[in-house]
């Protein structure tokens, strides 16, 4: 392999490429051949320098597989610094997206030019971390303290024409990056243009209130989150103090993020993520089928929001109801979801009114005969869906992907409805479809590989984060959250309140509590699945008379203004009511419960410990890949905290011989059959490893 960066003179300006795939990374071999390359132009007749890149982007950032290693020479702020203070104009040529330290670059470069379609941001808050190399310094004296604390606490990239509005970039340019920028450098060498050094800018000024206001307003946004605290630190200490000296304060900023378990979790999550994207044992050359028409069965909230992912990404899609009422409330809950982008600034009037005609509704199956997949979103009841497969098998063309987005019924009994159970998957939206990130794509026994990787490929296109899981009940989400949520109504059963479990789990780190999701979700959800199951099936009974009083007296959740809590109708704010308490007091005496106060810590572990405890079944089961994919379902599907890492990451930085020491702890207060530990846990924490260890090599 040749050096990453190579230094070439084009017409008299040094040119200084990087060409480092996939996208660009400063290694410490592009650090150092960046260091190089200044050197070689310090010494040199070149006039001006640009700093350009191979590939498909400008560098993305600091390189983040070398974090946590020891730290080798040159350091980037030294790198940043050396481009800055070389005694030639420095223009960075920008294109596909400048992040983190390779925004820094660019900052520490005299001049910036960018392609119309590149995009710029400081995302290390994403990472638990903050601009490390100037960029808490130079942003704000370019762009000032509060576009700067908005890019930097938010880590959303912008585009690069709001770039130079914000004075980030100097100039934009529709195509021909390359030769603009060797233009733009002889330009300003014609024009003798100083080096225009940022770090040799005052301190942006600015009213000191103004940080206190933004710490707080991010206490709210970000919870416990120290990385935004701490960059509001950095700005602050750029609106006062000269550039050296608050460098100083960034470095030091930096070191404490860096050792942060938030940012190891959020790393973990970062790499999580792009891992649930592979499949074990699947060629990478696996043919994919061509998905342009979609069909989506049934035009509920589920099926509503389902079609509107696939017109989001520019397909045809066929939305079927059994009659016109039901298909006229689908289409009209999805003009209302599109008017509602338009109002908060999502896309245009005429983008919306594109996508939504890309929408045809229907009571036809025959519609359906040329669609590439079919998703069914109807009911959960396991004879409906394999009636509407086996109708699929009548009018669907061959080869077409037949998917179910099924939340808890058996992928395989439904494939076997079918002629062609090769053809048929899972695909698990979670609610609100069209804005929720996570996919549980579900792999059937008899499902073809290149259904799978088509399905895995589609994910992406329709911006959703796709985890690969086996068929159980619930699959890996929902069946990890019937622990957790059982736990959470044995709390309130025993003594707690709905506010005091929610404010547990929400101090936490939970988006929200349990019993507000459950309010959200509604309590007759679970009412009618424990209604379909004989008694001797439906679980502990201590775990669901709270919820199925409710149900009996009306009190179904948010829908009907009222459910473990009540809501005011027009702001939606909740609060806890005295018939709430009054059912909870009355069934806890039916059950002979007497009622006990249950601390915070108490609740926080019997509800994580519980999940982790079945999420350390599913991964021995191969119902996930492997454990990090169940963080990722818990992300981004279920409100859990990406600074902890996700359940499974969460459990190895609390330790797995403390885990399953906790575990014995409920089991012998609360009994075998809610607490049994899993025989994973058991073992691992026997011989002392973790579950990152077991991953690496699951057969020992
Ligand atoms: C930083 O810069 C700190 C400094 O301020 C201070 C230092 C002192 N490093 O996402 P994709 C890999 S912090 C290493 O699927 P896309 C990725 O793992 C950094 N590897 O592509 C994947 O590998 P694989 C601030 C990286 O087109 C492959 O590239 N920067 C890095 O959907 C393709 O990635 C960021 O946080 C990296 N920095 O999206 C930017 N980035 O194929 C992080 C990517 O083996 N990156 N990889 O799975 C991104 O946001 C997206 O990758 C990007 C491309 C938008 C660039």
């Avoid at 070689?40 to 890149?53: E, G």
């Avoid at 990472?127 to 930097?152: E, F, K, N, S, Y």
């Avoid at 289409?331 to 209302?336: R, V």
């Avoid at 009083?549 to 829908?559: C, I, P």
Wanted: charged share 25%; glycine share 10%; hydrophobic share 40%.
């Amino acid at each position: 392999m040749g050096a990453p960066v190579s230094y070439d003179v084009v017409d008299g300006i040094g040119v200084i490429s990087i060409d480092n795939p996939p996208v660009n990374a400063l290694s410490h071999a592009v650090r150092s051949g960046i260091l190089d390359g200044i050197r070689t132009a310090a010494d040199d007749a070149s006039a001006a320098v640009v700093i350009r890149c191979e590939g498909r982007t400008f560098i993305a950032g600091a390189d983040i597989t070398e974090f946590g290693k020891p730290p080798k020479d040159p350091w980037l702020p030294e790198v940043v610094d050396a481009i800055e203070a070389l005694d030639k104009p420095v223009v960075a040529a920008i294109h596909g997206t400048a992040l983190g330290g390779g925004f820094e670059v660019a900052l520490g470069s005299h001049y910036r030019i960018a392609l119309k379609s590149a995009k710029v941001g400081l995302p290390e808050v994403k990472l638990g971390l903050l601009p490390g190399a100037g960029g808490t310094q130079r942003t704000p004296r370019l762009a000032g303290v509060q576009a700067a604390l908005d890019l930097m606490t938010s880590g959303a990239p912008i585009p690069a024409s709001s770039a130079e509005a914000a004075g980030l970039v100097d100039r934009v340019v529709d195509d021909g990056l390359d030769a603009a920028a060797l233009a733009y450098a002889r330009e300003l060498v014609d024009e003798g243009a100083a080096c225009r050094r940022t770090s040799e800018l005052p301190p942006s000024s600015a009213d000191p209130s103004i940080f206190a206001e933004y710490k707080r307003q991010l206490e709210r946004r970000a919870h416990g989150q120290l990385a935004p605290q701490k960059i509001v630190d950095c700005v602050e200490a750029a609106s006062r103090l000269p550039f050296p000296e608050g460098s100083i304060v960034e470095r030091e900023a930096f070191m404490a993020c860096m050792a942060s378990p938030q940012s190891a979790g959020l790393r973990h999550m970062f790499f999580a993520e792009r891992e649930a994207a592979k499949i074990n044992g699947l060629d990478k050359s696996t043919p994919l089928r061509e998905v342009a028409k979609v069909g989506v069965i049934g035009a509920g909230t589920m099926g509503s929001g389902i079609a509107m992912n696939f017109a989001n990404a520019g397909m045809q899609v066929y939305l079927l109801e059994v009659n016109d009422d039901a298909l006229g409330r689908g289409l009209e809950t999805i003009a209302k979801n599109y008017a509602g982008g338009v109002k908060r600034g999502k896309m245009s009037e005429e983008q919306a009114l594109a996508t939504r005609e890309r929408i045809t509704g229907t009571t036809d199956y025959a519609d359906l005969a040329d669609a590439d997949l079919v998703v069914e979103a109807v009911f959960e009841d396991l004879g409906l869906k394999q009636d509407i497969f086996e109708r699929l098998d009548e009018v669907c063309k061959p080869g077409a992907i037949l998917a179910t987005n099924t939340s808890y019924q058996d992928v395989n009994k439904i494939a076997a409805a079918t002629s062609r159970p090769a053809d048929v998957i899972g695909l698990h939206f979670f609610s609100p479809a069209h804005i929720m990130k996570l996919l549980e794509v579900v792999r059937g026994d008899a499902t073809a590989d290149d259904v799978l990787a088509t399905c895995m490929k589609l994910a992406k296109a329709i911006r959703k984060i796709p985890v690969v899981s086996g068929v159980c009940y619930g699959f890996i989400g929902n069946r990890m959250l019937q622990h957790y949520g059982r736990e959470a109504n044995l709390c309130l059963i025993e003594g707690a309140t709905p506010e005091t479990i929610d404010t547990a789990m929400q101090q936490w780190g939970m988006a929200m509590g349990p019993m507000r999701v459950f309010d959200l979700a509604g309590l007759d959800v679970g009412y009618k699945a424990r209604q379909g199951l004989p008694p001797e099936e439906r679980g502990d009974p201590r775990a669901f008379v709270i919820p199925d009083a409710l149900v009996e007296m009306g009190r179904l959740g948010q829908k009907t203004g009222a459910g473990l809590y009540t809501y005011d109708p027009d702001t939606r704010d909740y609060r806890f009511d005295a018939e709430s308490l009054e059912v909870i007091e009355t069934q806890a005496k039916e059950l002979g419960i007497e009622r006990r106060e249950i601390d915070a810590s108490e609740i926080v572990d019997r509800l994580i410990f519980s999940l982790i405890n079945e999420g350390m079944r599913i991964v021995e089961e191969g119902i996930a890949q492997r454990p990090s994919d169940i963080d990722v379902v818990y992300v981004y599907g279920y409100g859990f905290p990406a600074w902890r890492g996700g359940p499974m990451f969460y459990a190895d930085t609390v330790g797995l011989d403390e885990v399953y020491k906790r575990v014995c702890e409920f089991r012998d207060r609360f009994g075998e059959e809610n607490w049994a530990p899993a025989p994973l846990l058991e073992r691992l924490a026997g011989e002392g490893r973790s579950l990152a260890e077991w991953a690496s090599d699951p057969s020992s």
